[in-house]
C-alpha cells in the first residue's frame, strides 16, 4: 500500500470509531472528562456524603448533523482523498446537582478531537461548539463557544475539551429540560431527531 494510501486507512480507521464513543455518564466508569465535570480534575477525591436524592438528569443528545464538521478541498465535498480535515465529538459528560428550592444545576462536558485528511496539514484549527439546555417550549441556556485545537508538525490528530457549568434549570422545569450539544453554531434552532451518547 502506498504512503497515501496507508494515511487513507487510518485515518477512515479513526472517524469509524470517534462514531463509536459513548457518553461518559458521571458515576459510571470513571472517565476522564466524567471526573473533570464531577470532580474538577482527572481523579476521583474520596468518598464524601451526599445530599442530593433522585435529580432528574437528561442524557446528553447530538444536535442534527452537529457531531462532525468535515473540509475538502478543491469542492470535493464527499471525496475521501479530498478531506483536509474532520473535527468530530467524542466523550460527552454531564451533572445535575438539585437546590433547595427545586430548580438543578447543570454542568456539561464535551471531548472530541480534529482529525488531518489525505490533503491536510499541520496547524491550529478552530473548534465552533454549541450547547443548549432546553424544555420542548422554551430555551433555558444556548452556549456557543469556539475553541482552539494544535495538530502539531508529524502529527494526524489533535483533542480539545470543554466544560460549562453553572446553568441554572428553574424548579418548574427540573424534570422536563433537555441538554444538547453539538458541532457548529445556533443548536437551539433545529429540534429534529436527535442520537444519545
Known amino acids: 500500500m502506498s504512503g497515501f494510501g496507508q494515511k487513507a486507512a487510518w485515518i477512515v480507521a479513526i472517524l469509524g470509531t470517534s462514531a463509536l464513543a459513548g457518553c461518559g455518564t458521571p458515576g459510571e466508569g470513571g472517565s476522564t472528562l466524567g471526573n473533570m465535570v464531577l470532580f474538577g480534575g482527572t481523579t476521583v477525591p474520596p468518598a464524601a456524603k451526599s445530599v442530593i436524592e433522585d435529580v432528574f438528569c437528561p442524557p446528553v443528545e447530538i444536535s442534527e448533523g452537529g457531531s462532525a464538521i468535515q473540509a475538502f478541498s478543491g469542492g470535493r465535498v464527499g ?35 480534529a482529525l488531518l485528511g489525505s490533503g491536510g496539514s499541520a496547524g491550529r484549527y478552530d473548534v465552533p461548539v454549541h450547547i443548549v439546555v432546553k424544555t420542548p417550549t422554551r430555551t433555558i441556556a ?4 469556539r475553541l482552539s485545537v494544535a495538530i ?3 502529527e494526524l490528530q489533535g483533542t480539545f475539551s470543554v466544560v460549562e457549568e453553572g446553568i441554572l434549570v428553574p424548579a418548574s422545569e427540573a424534570s422536563i ?21
Do not use: W, Y
Open 79 to 113: 471525496d475521501a482523498a479530498g478531506l483536509r480535515s474532520q473535527i468530530a465529538l467524542g466523550e460527552t459528560a454531564r451533572e445535575c446537582v438539585g437546590q433547595a428550592d427545586g430548580s438543578t444545576i447543570v454542568k456539561i462536558g464535551v471531548q472530541g478531537r
Open 142 to 145: 444556548n452556549i456557543n463557544r
Open 152 to 154: 502539531p508538525s508529524g
Open 177 to 197: 429540560f433537555e441538554i444538547e450539544v453539538g458541532l457548529g453554531g445556533g443548536g437551539a434552532q433545529k429540534p429534529a431527531a436527535r442520537r444519545r451518547r
